[in-house]
């Protein structure tokens, strides 16, 4: 089966896990799924997160976060998608609950969060906001 927007997917896969008071999540690896959880770990939204090999398959498994029994990520919504790109020059960029959340750029330099994108100047394409 062929996902048509992993992305989307992975961020599914952590929401419904929250929810459910997951302690880890697992699904399927690859190189912008891990550049995303390094920075999602970098913010301090995860504790940690893996990648093991089974049957010559990569599989990232990711350590959820919690405070005082609630989730940490609150809202993880994908902005960009397949079907509709959105793109915003350095002066545009999103701010998050006015800096309290994230936005996920992928910018030519990685990805960066808002933050950071605006410090170096450089614009992108918005993945997602987390808070």
């Known amino acids: ?3 048509q927007d992993p992305i989307a997917d992975m961020l599914s896969r952590i929401l419904n896990a929250q929810a459910r008071m997951r302690r880890e999540v697992s699904m399927p690896a690859s190189k912008m799924k891990a550049a995303l959880l390094t920075v999602l770990k970098d913010e301090g939204y995860i504790a940690d997160f893996r990648v093991t090999a089974e049957d010559s398959k990569k599989k990232l498994t ?3 976060k919690y405070f ?3 989730p940490v990520i609150e809202r993880l919504q994908r902005v960009s998608r397949p079907g509709l790109r ?3 020059p350095k002066g545009k960029l999103p701010r ?3 800096g309290l959340g ?3 750029i992928s910018t030519p ?4 969060t808002d933050r950071a994108a605006r410090q170096q100047g450089v614009g992108g394409e918005i993945l997602c906001i987390v808070s």
């Open 86 to 88: 959105r793109y915003r």
């Open 96 to 98: 998050v609950l006015n």
């Open 102 to 104: 994230t936005a996920i």
């Open 68 to 70: 005082e029994g609630k």
């Open 62 to 64: 990711v350590e959820l």
């Open 109 to 112: 330099n990685g990805l960066l």
């Open 1 to 3: 089966m062929s996902l």
